[in-house]
């Protein structure tokens, strides 16, 4: 069974920094890319970053772009999501998610139980 | 980039009844669109894949359709369980955008 584990969350001061984790299990992790999606409370999904499997490629949103930095441990089926200059609006549950082989083409599934980031002094 | 839309934002349906949830793609994504059910207080699951894949698993009541830019979820027979908030995704490239979302309750 394929499980994604999110941890890392918290309260942060703006302008501060965070660093998430995912663990997983139950499949190849190097060979699917993953990736981080965020919901800031009572709102829809925002698409945060993503990464090959390999972790030669990555993608990120402009809302992002910058602060943030995805990286992954294939040795200990990790993910990570580096994140500083934090902002109130980062505020969100953060899930990581599997996608596929490629990159580009793949949907995403299945996704972790989630993290909360709150940023706010 | 291309931009997601979707409606309605909301709907309220009877039990039984047919839903049609609409998602429209600024450019074309081919068939690279996704649906996923979140159901209050859970995690987003997948419900479809290529405009129209059923995810193993997923009841038959749900399905896909595509023409042109436009995407459809339907739900042939509304049920309780099926009270969620649903979203759209392209995923054929980057940004992974996806749609605001259509919250769907029981009348």
């Known amino acids: 069974e394929v499980q994604l584990l999110e941890s890392g969350g918290g309260l942060i001061q703006p302008g501060g920094s965070l660093r998430l984790s995912c663990a997983a299990s139950?499949?190849?992790?190097?060979?699917?890319?993953m990736s981080w999606v965020r919901q800031a409370p009572g709102k829809g999904l925002e698409w945060v970053s993503v990464?090959?499997?390999?972790?030669?490629?990555?993608y990120y949103a402009d809302s992002v772009q910058g602060r943030f930095t995805i990286s992954r441990d294939n040795s200990k089926k990790t993910l990570y999501l580096q994140m500083s200059s934090l902002r109130v609006e980062d505020t969100a549950v953060y899930y990581c998610?599997?996608?596929?082989?490629?990159?580009?083409?793949?949907?995403?599934?299945?996704w972790g139980q989630g993290t909360l980031v709150t940023v706010s002094s | 980039d291309i931009q997601m839309t979707q409606s309605p934002s909301s709907l309220s349906a009877s039990v039984g009844d047919r839903v049609t949830i609409t998602c429209r793609a600024s450019?074309?994504?081919?068939?690279?669109l996704a649906w996923y059910q979140q159901k209050p207080g859970k995690v987003p699951k997948l419900l479809i894949y290529?405009?129209?894949t059923l995810q193993s698993g997923v009841p038959s009541r749900f399905s896909g359709s595509r023409s042109g830019t436009d995407f459809t979820l339907t739900i042939s027979s509304l049920q309780p369980e099926d009270v969620a908030s649903y979203y759209c995704?392209?995923?054929?490239?980057?940004?992974?955008?996806f749609g605001p979302g259509t919250t769907v309750d029981i009348k």
């Open positions: 998610a599997k996608g596929g082989i490629t990159i580009f083409g793949n949907w995403f599934d299945p």
């Open positions: 139950g499949f190849a992790f190097s060979g699917n890319a």
């Open positions: 990464i090959s499997g390999s972790g030669g490629s990555t």
């Open positions: 450019q074309g994504i081919n068939n690279y």
């Open positions: 290529g405009a129209s």
């Open positions: 995704q392209k995923y054929n490239s980057a940004p992974f955008s």
